[in-house]
């Protein structure tokens, strides 16, 4: 089904909804394999999707038709691929907008790029990128953010919901068309150059920065606390015997 209701420049513009797939992220994937003609913007969102991903190979579990799963395409071709953490960071801060809209401040982001309410994961992305040269030719940026969902399953207790947080019941595609115009803000932010501001409001939105807490790296628990990012999206990490420096799956948060 084609839509065009949306309200922003380019992102959704383009949308496909979907009733079921196996992820969004590869029925993108798998069109621009066969050279399908995408506009740049272009959003596909699914009620269900049998086998949504996640990050490190992890599954993506989303109860159907409560919450947002959507995968939007872009094509950053400005962007050097050793830059491509930028992308990230404009991203979760979109995500990061739109939550607190409706939770007022409250929401933050987990490193590299969860979103959290409290001590609870409400949000996930998994960017995956098809690189021409030393350039990013398209990004697909997947999302799955809860929203309607009351109950999650055991394995998930870490997670939380919109409805979980506010009581309410949302309209998704309405939702939906919001996010893609917080993204195309961000998005425009990164296209404009204006890096280090992305970089400074991502650093003031990230959970635990500067707070003593417990992680496991090196195989152990240990408290550290969390200073910053590297340019290539490194967490810089403080322990007792100095400054460490991450990469994703290095470290595990111990809530
Ligand atoms: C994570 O936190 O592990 C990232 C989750 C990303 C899930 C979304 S749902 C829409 C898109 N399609 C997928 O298969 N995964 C992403």
Redesign the pocket.
Known sequence: MQNNTFSGLFIGRNLITLKEV?????FLKDALSKSTPLLDGTVIM?DK?F??????S?S?I?EAGKNL???VLLNPTFLPIERQFDLNMAVSLALNDFLNKYISGSALIKWP??SYIGNK?I????IENIVSGNTIKHAII???ININQEDFPPNLKNATSLKQALHQDYNLLRLLGEICNFIEARYLQLKAGNTDKLRDEYLRKLYLKDEWALFRFDAEIQSGKIRGITDKGQLVFETASGLRYFNNNEIEFII
């Open positions: 196996d992820s969004t992220n590869t699914a999707q086998t949504g991903r996640g990050q490190a992890n993506w989303s799963t959507f995968s790029n969860d994961k949000g996930g992305i998994l997947g999302i799955g």
